[in-house]
């Protein structure tokens, strides 16, 4: 079992950059790769990042080059440093865990979530 608890929403102009964490309790944090989606306002939830548990990374192609996924093992954290935000990135951001080493951008590929933060993005 994995409880997450996301952190580090907020309002933000864009252009600007904000960093969002994840911490995870329960064993084997190091073990499972690590992902973060969002969901606006009637939409659905979609993939942004994934970090395997080696350390590798994936991203959406619409984040990729501003923002950078990273984790912690000694901590249990994992990060989501968003960079040159626009307003189509405003939405409730959610940390996700998979169990295994093999990534996913499928939200069904996640088994654990955390209750999403919001990040609000103004023009």
């Known amino acids: 079992q994995v409880q997450l608890v996301e952190s580090g929403g907020g309002l933000v102009q864009a252009g600007g950059s904000l960093r969002l964490s994840c911490a995870a309790s329960g064993r084997a944090f190091s073990s499972y790769a690590m992902g973060w989606f969002r969901q606006a306002p009637g939409k659905e939830r979609r993939f942004v990042a994934v970090i395997r548990s080696g350390g590798s990374t994936y991203y959406a192609d619409s984040v990729k080059g501003r923002f950078t996924i990273s984790r912690d093992n000694a901590k249990n954290t994992v990060d989501l440093q968003m960079s040159s935000l626009k307003p189509e990135d405003a939405a409730v951001y959610y940390c996700?865990?998979?169990?295994?080493?093999?990534?996913?951008?499928?939200?069904?590929?996640?088994?654990?979530w955390g209750q999403g933060t919001q990040v609000t993005v103004s023009s």
């Open positions: 996700a865990a998979r169990s295994g080493s093999y990534y996913s951008t499928a939200v069904t590929g996640y088994d654990y």
